[in-house]
């Protein structure tokens, strides 16, 4: 009996974490803003305690800060959050790539062809929510293939500065045809099954995202970046 109410209780707290930190990435609990725990545990039908559970893991993510006796306030994203976060989820990520590689099978790896063809079509109809959804899923399911849940659980800690930079700033149709050519040479290493190209080709196109998103940073927010 103790057994089910402890699984229990792990599925809600990861449930409750899992919307808390999309409502922080949304935006829909805004920078600088207190976290609003009262309304927040009556919004989800919890108790301070699984609320006040998930937010120390937020805090450890870097979208949260808490405050000793006057709760959490959400973080503001900084240029210095993207440069921590970029390098490491890139060699975390390539690393995913290449446990992927020995366990993909044909069928898997013609499903990742087929999202990234998802993001060829929608780009050339100018649908940017659509060519987003694919670019995550192909993301994704490379990291779910890599069948490493410690791995798993680091990328989600470190992708969620990243995946909050991606809403904040208006990606231009130029990154986003250079990262077609970028998810080209990810799928042409995969059907070859070669580790290393692959591994190589995603932390170039990591590098390349972080690299837009330093000048895009500069022009949204008017600040220097120091490298």
């Not at 808390?20 to 009556?42: H, N, Q, Y």
């Not at 120390?56 to 306030?73: C, P, Q």
């Amino acid at each position: 009996m103790n057994s089910v109410a402890l699984i229990s209780r792990r599925q809600l707290h990861d449930e409750l974490l899992d919307r808390l930190r999309d409502f922080i990435i949304s935006g829909a609990l805004p920078a600088d803003s207190k976290v609003p725990e009262k309304e927040l545990c009556e919004f989800f039908g919890v108790s301070r305690t699984p609320l006040r559970e998930a937010l120390k893991v937020l805090a450890f993510e870097g979208l949260v800060t808490l405050n000793h006796n006057r709760g959490a306030v959400i973080r503001p994203l900084t240029i210095d959050d993207l440069n921590e976060a970029f390098p490491i989820y890139g060699r975390l990520e390539a690393l995913a790539g290449e446990l992927a590689c020995k366990r993909l099978g044909q069928a898997d790896i013609d499903e990742l062809r087929q999202l990234h063809d998802t993001m060829i079509e929608s780009f050339d109809r100018g649908d940017r929510e659509s060519f987003t959804d694919a670019n995550e899923r192909m993301h994704a399911r490379i990291q779910t293939a890599s069948r490493n849940r410690n791995l798993l659980h680091l990328i989600r800690c470190v992708s969620s500065r990243i995946r909050r930079a991606r809403l904040s700033i208006n990606v231009p149709r130029s990154r986003m045809s250079s990262a077609i050519k970028e998810h080209e040479q990810i799928i042409n290493a995969l059907e070859k099954r070669d580790a290393v190209l692959l591994s190589s080709a995603i932390r170039n196109h990591i590098a390349c995202t972080l690299g837009f998103f330093r000048d895009a940073w500069t022009v949204q927010q008017g600040t220097a970046i120091k490298h």
